[in-house]
């Protein structure tokens, strides 16, 4: 089982801690009362074995790229403040669908029917100070 992201503290925990828990991970693109379309991040290692996490530029979204994701009966939404220069969560609260909005950059926890559509149990929108 993978991680689940309630269990982080969040104690001087780095974001990828969030990250590697997620099932997908990406910006949205369009939304609507039951999901909404994800454009998915991609990770590639640099030259010096560093992660990084690569998206499209919005506008610049590819459809045949795009990951169709559906609110399962009773998901849930959680909104996770982090602090850009320290890579720590400030903050952490529940929130409703309404929050989900164009290039909101999210998590989303759940299960996949096949690569471009999931089910999603858990969606964490990560906000950025």
């Known amino acids: 089982a993978k991680p689940q992201v309630e269990d982080e503290t969040g104690d001087g925990q780095s974001d990828s801690k969030f990250y590697a828990g997620a099932d997908l991970s990406g910006s949205v693109v369009e939304f609507s009362d039951s999901g909404f379309e994800l454009s998915p991040a991609k990770v590639t290692k640099d030259e010096a074995g560093g992660e ?5 530029a919005p ?16 998901v849930t939404f959680q909104i996770i403040t982090m602090d850009s220069s320290s890579l720590k969560e400030i903050s952490r609260e529940d929130t409703e669908k309404a929050s989900v909005k164009k290039q909101s950059s999210v998590l989303v926890f759940g299960s996949c029917q096949d690569t471009y559509h999931w089910t999603a149990e858990k969606i964490i929108i990560m906000r950025w100070k």
């Open 59 to 74: 506008g610049a979204e590819k459809e045949e790229d795009l990951v169709t994701i559906t609110y399962a009966d009773g």
């Open 52 to 56: 990084i996490m690569e998206q499209a």
